[in-house]
């Protein structure tokens, strides 16, 4: 995603083709489709793009945007899930044999500069916005973002080698969101005010700090 709108490949004129478009140019169509339809939801807003609207700047028919991703909300969760691939292209931390500090800071910095990215800032406002009064909205965001994330983080918890390096008495299920909050640091400045946050060596050393406290509060042995 990305405030600055792609430019759609016009498609092939008729005559020119010698039969159905490769695989290769159906992703690549399919993945502008997406780009400008995350553009249009930053730049207006959820609510007031239509799938007209994204039919025309995308250069498809809206009956494309209904065949391959259901309306709307399922190009939202396109977007999203876009984003999740680009920042964790792996997709899991079930299979990760590194040391789990080695894990978590990799995910913990990958997650941060998603976080402070400002087309992600941008799109957070729009659903902080308007999920109050548009349902479809904020379930498409959640089920895409969210959700996905803290199931992963509940499955790498929940492995047995890494439950036994864990304190006994913690609450499993309250970890991944324990975990999300502590790389946010402060969700109010960073949304509010992401101008005036710290960039570079001084965020890495701010989210390392948070990053021990959160280790000094799970592990048996910090």
């Known amino acids: 995603m990305s405030t600055a709108c792609p430019t759609p490949v016009p498609p092939p004129v008729a005559g020119k083709s010698s039969g159905r478009p490769k695989a290769s140019e159906v992703e690549a169509r399919t993945h502008e489709l997406v780009q400008v339809a995350a553009c249009l939801f930053i730049k207006q ?64 910095r990958a997650f941060d500069t998603m976080l402070s990215s400002p087309d992600s800032i941008s799109m957070m406002r729009v659903v902080m916005a308007e999920s109050g009064s548009n349902p479809e909205l904020a379930e498409a965001f959640y089920e895409a973002g969210p959700r996905l994330t803290r199931a992963m983080l509940a499955r790498y918890f ?44 001084e965020a890495r050393r701010l989210l390392a700090a948070r990053m021990e406290l959160f280790y000094r509060a799970i592990l048996k042995q910090a």
């Open 45 to 108: 807003g959820y609510t007031k793009v239509s799938l007209e609207m994204i039919a025309r700047e995308a250069r498809v028919a809206v009956r494309t945007i209904y065949v391959k991703f259901g309306g709307k909300a399922g190009l939202l969760k396109a977007a999203i899930a876009l984003r999740r691939e680009r920042f964790f292209p792996d997709g899991s931390l079930e299979a990760d044999t590194r040391p789990l500090r080695e894990v978590l800071d990799g995910f913990a």
């Open 158 to 201: 929940e492995r047995p080698d890494i439950r036994a390096q864990l304190k006994d008495d913690l609450a499993l299920d309250q970890l991944p969101g324990h975990l999300i909050a502590t790389i946010h640091g402060d969700p109010v400045s960073r949304y509010l005010f992401p101008e005036s946050q710290p960039g570079g060596e």
